[in-house]
T-cell receptor, first 109, second 115 residues
């Protein structure tokens, strides 16, 4: 079957670093996505990994290990505006996205 | 602004009503999607249109009826819905060509409440 697992909720402190993990199991694999969704707003694209390794984009980095079916999103220098849900999604052999339930990230001052 | 616009943002309807959700994308993409998002559950893909042709219908009940008149517009017609259909309905678009990342861009959604 197809399955994406990520933690339901995480809490971190402003200025700190947080890592959100995601494990996936899909029929075929064409890449791993991370999206950010603020309450009441559209999910917005953060990152796409298709090769193993770390992709850095400003304060956000995303890592992929295809052999382990594992990815993480790393957020540095956390700001209050980073409070949101972070959605992990794997693209299957039909180029459709299989989604996790999202990780709600709470940032405390 | 993501380039994908959904209307209305909020909708309350009775179980016997008929209503339609509208989505428009200004990104020149060839594929459009309807998703259902319920609290604490993964996004559920409902329908996919590629070049106006429906390519996915994930066992969605017939009370949901999609329409894609052209590659920029997508509708979801609703009739005789059930209270469990209350959710956030998201529209997305992407350039689906079997290459590249197929990054999907989302509208802000329609929050639907069925009474």
């Amino acid at each position: 079957g197809q399955n994406i697992d990520q933690p339901t909720e995480m809490t971190a402190t402003e200025g700190a670093i947080v890592q959100i993990n995601c494990t996936y199991q899909t029929s075929g694999f064409n890449g791993l996505f991370w999206y950010q969704q603020h309450a009441g707003e559209a999910p917005t694209f953060l990152s796409y990994n298709v090769l193993d390794g770390l992709e850095e984009k400003g304060r956000f980095s995303s890592f992929l290990s295809r052999s382990k079916g594992y990815s993480y999103l790393l957020l540095k220098e956390l700001q209050m505006k980073d409070s949101a849900s972070y959605l992990c999604a794997s693209m299957d052999s039909n180029y459709q996205l299989i989604w996790g339930a999202g990780t709600k990230l709470i940032i405390k001052p | 602004e993501t380039g994908v616009t959904q209307t209305p943002r909020h909708l309350v309807m009775g179980m016997t009503n008929k209503k339609s959700l509208k989505c428009e994308q200004h990104l020149g993409h060839n594929a459009m999607y309807w998703y259902k998002q319920s609290a604490k559950k993964p996004l559920e893909l409902m329908f996919v249109y590629n070049f106006k042709e429906q390519t996915e219908n994930n066992s969605v009940p017939s009370r949901f009826s999609p329409e894609c008149p052209n590659s920029s517009h997508l509708f979801l017609h609703l009739h005789t819905l059930q209270p469990e259909d209350s959710a956030l309905y998201l529209c997305a678009s992407s350039q689906l060509d079997g290459q590249g990342a197929n990054i999907q861009y989302f509208g802000a959604g329609t929050r639907l409440s069925v009474l």
